[in-house]
């Protein structure tokens, strides 16, 4: 399949580069100076720098940023107070800050490139690399507190000779050597914040997760402490995977049998959207979406499954109860997203009905409230073991109105495909409960939207800011809500909805909202403007050059975006495949990564549950290599 290593390059090559031809033809981009993209702060733990939770004691040169926490810092004065008692008064006058300044180097953004270990495979030095001038001024002045400092023999061999240890103190990399590189601007600005490239594009990284996957069109989790995630196939396949990445060899659902969907390229029908109940835990209930034949015509049904009472890895089958059908006129738009927002009620997205341009009725399905097609519908659906299985939120907004369906919340909506809820900020709640939506659009536009209780999101007057039909348009009786944003189709032809970031592991994406396109292959992101209220856009590519170059993390992904996905503990993910069939295995889950900063370590730890397991595993084994 097709991999994407950045954004499709719309734009001339930037000036200041030089185009050599190549054999075969090829055309070379040659940049004429430096990129910061270059540049590589990494830990001795092969992983970005990070700012500490407390301030360090002993080695302040690196309090703001670096790779050391507050328990590495102590280890290090206590390394430093075990060197200097071999020595006394003017030993430790002339000494102590050498000695200091040697150790504080696992702390450096840039440890990895100082002592030599950017390969995982090659052990580390025990003194970090010396510019030959510093190395001449330290061995001349401190000498004796080499064997005290290194038990590598090579360096006990040459310690009496200058010339031979500073030679092999010094590192290949001359730009990285102790103590130039804390005086070259271009290793220090800008350090800890997300990379942009030349055209202002966020360079992020991606780790794999999942792969041979048929069009993966839906991971979730059931938020009980265990930390698994399930990630659906549009064939009707759901597998469960535990939080080491093994695969239970058993699905977790299958009803492959009774979902209607076709192996043809771009088939929008099929399982379409999965969720835990809230209280998942203790009622073991969860809602699928997905597409069915009945005799000649199609429906979308959303029905109600348990987990099986021997087996947390497995559905009942026999348990499903069909809370809601719905017929669909047309194949395409079928909607597909279910979840549950901070109310405790169910959202069901539905499409328009498919065709082009909701030709049905006077309006079209999506300005109807009294058609379930075109709409965010919310339903209750705890307690439901006798009675209905479903009730009316008594907020509502359309209970009251006459012909309305009293299901509806909002309205307007063309072909929904992909929803979330914002955690909020995990500090200030700032955000928390907000519903974004990627809505597909039709020939012009493709939109994000915020939902909200009663609001008309346009379609099909508008599709994103601009005039679709000039009649209904016209109307100023719509009240319609814009899009937060907007793109036309030389960016993109089919949105697919994201998340605001809220995890831990990456502080600087923390409130961006990361989407994708799943025809051109884009990552998106936005940032809102907390005075304004406008969403800032930036598009996200995959970091170049060493940017991302970390065990395990890898630069490139399929291009076509189906979802995005979020785990247990907010961390970002989406699915992307490389031929867009339900039955071809080349889908693949892929972990949002930010190359230039990261938490401090331990700050995100948490201990998963335990789950006990009846089937065999699947360990994971990635198909990409760094």
């Known amino acids: ?70 328990q590495k810092d102590q280890d290090l004065m206590a390394k430093y107070y075990r ?69 590598d023999p090579h360096i006990l061999e040459v310690k009496d000779d200058p010339r031979r240890l500073c030679r092999y103190l010094e590192l290949d990399d001359t730009d990285y050597c102790y103590p130039h590189l804390l005086s070259n601007s271009q290793l220090s600005q800008n350090l800890g914040r997300v990379q942009y490239d030349t055209d202002g594009c966020l360079q992020l990284c991606l780790e794999e997760v999942a792969n041979g996957l048929r069009n993966p069109l839906a991971m979730v989790h059931a938020n009980d402490g265990t930390h698994r995630f399930f990630v659906a196939e549009q064939v009707g396949v759901v597998w469960a995977y535990l939080p080491d990445r093994s695969k239970l060899e058993k699905p977790f659902l299958n009803i492959s049998k009774s979902v209607l969907t076709s192996s043809w390229e771009g088939d929008e029908r099929g399982f379409l959207g999965l969720t835990f109940h809230p209280k998942h835990k203790h009622n073991g209930k969860l809602y699928v979406y ?18 099986s009472g021997h087996d947390m890895n497995t559905v009942d089958h026999r348990s499903e109860r069909v809370i809601l059908e719905i017929d669909e006129p047309a194949s395409n738009h ?59 939120p008594p907020d509502n907004p359309f209970v009251h109105e006459r012909g309305a369906r009293p299901e509806v919340y909002a309205y307007g909506v063309r072909n929904m495909w992909r929803c979330s809820v914002d955690r909020g900020d995990p500090h200030s709640k700032e955000g928390k409960g907000r519903i974004f939506c990627g809505d597909v659009g039709q020939n012009k536009y493709e939109e994000v939207d915020i939902i909200e209780k009663g609001r008309n999101y346009g379609w099909r007057a508008k599709e994103g800011f601009s005039c679709y039909d000039k009649k209904l348009c016209r109307n100023s009786s719509l009240d319609d809500v814009l899009p937060i944003y907007a793109y036309p189709h030389k960016q993109g032809k089919s949105v697919t909805g ?97 190359p230039s900063r990261r938490a401090p370590p331990r700050h995100c730890h948490y201990e998963p549950l335990p789950v006990r397991v009846k089937s065999n595993l699947i360990k994971f084994v990635p198909q990409e290599s760094e």
């Not at 733990?45 to 703001?64: A, G, I, N, V, W």
Request: proline residues 7%.
């Open 498 to 594: 994201g998340y605001v970031y809220r995890g831990c592991e990456y502080p600087n994406l923390n409130s961006m909202y990361i989407f994708g396109d799943f025809m051109s292959g884009r990552l998106m992101s936005l940032r809102e403007d907390r005075h304004s209220g406008q969403w800032r856009y930036n598009e996200v590519c995959m970091g170049m050059g060493l940017t991302c170059a970390f065990p395990g993390v890898i630069n490139n992904y399929h291009q076509y975006i189906i979802s995005f996905a979020e785990d247990e503990a907010g961390e970002l993910y989406f699915m992307s495949t490389g031929i867009p069939s339900a039955t071809s295995p080349t889908g693949v889950v892929y972990k949002v990564v930010d």
């Open 83 to 151: 060197v200097m008692n071999h020595f006394d008064y003017n030993g430790y006058a002339t000494c102590a800050g050498f000695v200091q300044e040697l150790l504080c180097q696992e702390c450096s953004p840039y440890a990895a490139h100082l002592f030599d270990t950017e390969d995982p495979n090659t052990p580390a030095r025990s003194i970090p690399g010396l510019c030959p001038d510093f190395c001449t001024q330290f061995y001349h002045k401190c000498k004796v507190t080499i064997p005290h400092l290194s038990d």
């Open 290 to 307: 997905y597409s069915i034949e009945v005799g000649f015509d199609e429906r979308i049904r959303i029905s109600e499954f348990r987990v």
């Open 1 to 70: 399949g097709s991999k994407v290593h950045t954004r499709p390059k719309t734009t001339d090559p930037i000036p200041g580069h030089m185009r050599l031809p190549w054999p075969g033809g090829i055309v070379l981009v040659l940049a004429l100076w430096v990129s910061p993209a270059l540049l590589h702060p990494q830990c001795l733990d092969f992983k970005p720098p990070f700012r500490p939770l407390r301030e360090l004691e002993f080695c302040t040169m690196y309090k703001d940023f670096g790779c050391c926490d507050y």
């Open 334 to 392: 079928n909607g597909g997203q279910l979840l549950f927002a901070d109310d405790g009620y169910l959202y069901i997205f539905t499409g328009d009905g498919g065709m082009a341009g909701d030709p049905f009725g006077k309006f079209g399905n999506a300005q109807n409230k009294s058609a379930l097609l075109g709409k965010v519908l919310r339903i209750d659906v705890d307690d439901n073991e006798k009675g209905p299985l479903y009730r009316i």
